[in-house]
């Protein structure tokens, strides 16, 4: 799963270093290509209604010139080549939410057309392309877009490009609702005409969660509906009323997430994502003081890394031939209900000696000193908070097993029956 950061709210486009350096130093090797850094979606919106003010060809308007994008990005891709951050995904231009203009899909495929050069230019190998939908009429939305997207078809494929499609929020009288793509069957039924037509699997899918939020979907139905179509996820924090992309859970009340993560992260677990997370927290980064986002881009790298995790969960059950839990709590009972049939513990272990030799869920509870004895490619998930103790107090006894972190924060069902249990019982 690549880990991709948006460079949007921490790189000035025009003295790149610092910004670079900074999601280099954090631990990212990787970056999306945001081609709106370069053309705005503002810049695009007053195409026409204003002259070019005389200035040097670097500053050109690239709506006016797409032949310039390159020059204009050039900047940042070499210094991200100087520090060794890649560029696997790229974003190409897009209007506002609440455009009216009707009068620039020429103007837009010859800026994509651009992008996918230069994204074949660079080795980067998927463009995400928002789908036209000013001037559309309703009923129409699929022709107009059928059309536009087999436009790029031979370019992207002369390039190894594969075009990734985006559900939108649409503007209306200043409240933002579901737009095209918006439903995800639609959406997977898009994907699988254009790919026909294309003879090979060229288009893709691109979920912006900051999209589902502003909309009030589920994120999980939304997922599921997509299945291996989605290539690719923008993770991004909204309040569910305003346009923002903001750190992951940094937008809370009552100690809780406005952005269901739950239902994302169940969604992409049980379809198996393996694609690009594209974390986007630029209003956030924005909003730093430059001397103290080094340490926010850290805490970024660490957010996003917990998202690659929680989603490759079960993947990571299926890389050991054998498990052992430590830990004979509510975690375990997590773990036995959603995961014990499929990928059965030999037993558990836990510190509190009057467990040795009972059975919990099913498994025999032993003393960690039986850990000595296990096979070599025997993970060792550990099924408590105290994650970091137990794993040095397991280092410390030479214990060389992998080990690994279970969390049940995100389970696909959680285990109600003790608490029912107890609520009956008066306890």
């Known amino acids: ?32 290509l945001d081609f709106a850094m370069f053309c705005s979606d503002q810049e695009l919106e007053c195409v026409g209604k204003q002259k070019k003010k005389e200035t040097s060809p670097k500053r050109l308007w690239v709506s006016e010139h797409p032949e310039n994008l390159y020059d204009k990005a050039r900047p940042v891709l070499e210094r991200c080549v100087r520090e060794g951050l890649s560029l696997p995904a790229a974003r190409a231009p897009y209007l506002c939410r609440d455009t009216k203009r009707e009068d620039l899909r020429e103007l837009m495929a010859g800026l ?32 107009v877009n059928r059309k536009y997207y087999l436009h790029f078809l031979e370019l992207a494929r002369e390039n190894q490009v594969t075009i990734l499609l985006e559900n ?12 095209v793509c918006a439903d995800g069957r639609e959406a997977a039924n898009w994907v699988d005409r254009l790919n026909e037509e294309a003879g090979e699997e060229r288009f893709g899918f691109c979920i912006d969660t900051g999209a589902c939020s502003l909309c009030g979907q589920d994120m999980q139905e939304f997922a599921l509906s997509l299945g291996k179509r989605a290539k690719a996820v923008i993770l991004r924090e909204c309040d569910g009323h305003t346009e923002c992309s903001r750190l992951p859970f940094t937008c809370a009340a009552g100690g809780q997430a406005l952005t269901d993560w739950l239902g994302l992260i169940r969604g992409l677990r049980e379809t198996g994502f393996d694609g690009r997370l594209i974390l986007d927290f630029s209003d956030t980064a924005g909003a730093f003081s430059p001397i103290l986002r080094p340490g926010l881009v850290k805490l970024a790298r660490s957010t996003v890394e917990y998202f690659g995790w929680q989603i490759g969960l079960v993947k990571l059950l299926k890389k050991y031939p054998s498990i052992v839990l430590f830990g004979a709590g509510n975690m375990c009972r997590n773990y036995m209900k959603c995961y014990g049939e499929k990928y059965p513990p030999l037993f558990t272990c836990d510190n509190n000696q009057a467990l040795w030799g009972t059975l919990f869920c099913g498994l025999e509870v032993r ?16 099924c408590n908070i105290y994650y970091r103790e137990i794993e040095r107090q397991l280092r410390g006894m030479g214990i060389l097993n992998p080990i690994e972190f279970f969390n049940d924060e995100y389970m696909p069902a ?13 306890v």
């Open 1 to 32: 799963m690549d880990m991709i950061v948006s460079p949007r709210g921490i790189v000035d486009i025009e003295r790149p270093g610092q910004g670079v350096l900074d999601l280099s130093q954090a631990g990212f090797g990787q970056a999306l």
């Open 112 to 143: 994509t057309e651009e992008c996918i050069r230069i994204c074949g230019r660079i080795g980067c190998t998927a463009l995400i392309v928002r789908p036209l939908f000013s001037g559309v009429k309703p009923g129409d939305e699929w022709e």
């Open 168 to 179: 939108q929020c649409r503007d209306m009288n200043g409240h933002l609702v579901q737009g």
């Open 367 to 382: 003393p960690p000193e039986s850990l000595k004895d296990l096979p070599k490619d025997c993970v060792i998930l550990i």
């Open 414 to 426: 959680f285990y109600f029956d003790r608490i029912e249990r107890e609520w009956q019982e008066g």
